[in-house]
């Protein structure tokens, strides 16, 4: 989008949060992270620059929010419960600017082909899906079995650029 940046490692621990609704939980990330992130600069030289921060999730099909898989068989597990159904994918982004904050959350319906085992086999141990919320990236090889989406494909790449950018709009920082 043609924003400077840095990018700062917070230590905000996104377990600590246990709400089960996806956009209840999402923004609370979002804003720990934010906090965190926050809370790091602040007396630095960066501390008035503008922190924006964000985070992926997936809804399954079961209603069950997920982030990255822990092993091989998560990845077999989500695969399987996403192939022939629909879920959804839910991004928050928030960007702080001096006593301004604006929070955004994105919702995208993606839709799985129904996947054969060897499918599922094949791609699990490309490793593509390894660290991506959900055990896959659709803008890689998995975008071969998304049938169907509905909403922002930028936000289940990871980060909705739209949203991203009208908060940026908005605070007037683009």
């Avoid at 621990?13 to 600069?41: F, H, M, T, W, Y």
């Avoid at 928050?92 to 085992?117: A, P």
């Avoid at 899906?129 to 289940?156: E, L, M, Q, R």
């Amino acid at each position: 989008m043609g924003v400077n940046h840095k990018v700062i490692e917070q230590n905000f621990d996104e377990d600590s949060i246990i709400d089960k609704d996806p956009i209840n939980c999402s923004q609370a990330i979002v804003i720990g992270k934010n906090k965190s992130a926050r809370s790091l600069l602040e007396s630095s030289e960066d501390c008035k620059l503008p922190v924006l921060t964000a985070d992926t999730l997936v809804f399954t099909p079961d209603q069950e929010i997920v982030g990255k898989p822990n092993d091989y068989e998560h990845s077999r597990k989500l695969l399987r419960e996403f192939s022939g159904k629909t879920h959804s994918v839910f991004s928050t982004v928030m960007v702080t600017y001096g006593d301004n904050s604006l929070i955004e959350t994105c919702e995208t319906k993606v839709s799985f082909k129904l996947m054969t085992e060897d499918e599922i086999e094949e791609y699990v141990l490309s490793e593509e899906g390894v660290g991506k919320a959900g055990a896959y990236g659709i803008h890689g090889p998995a975008g071969k079995y998304v049938s169907n989406i509905i909403g922002s494909y930028t936000n289940v790449v990871g980060l909705p650029v739209h949203e991203t950018y009208e908060i940026l709009r908005k605070l007037k920082i683009s």
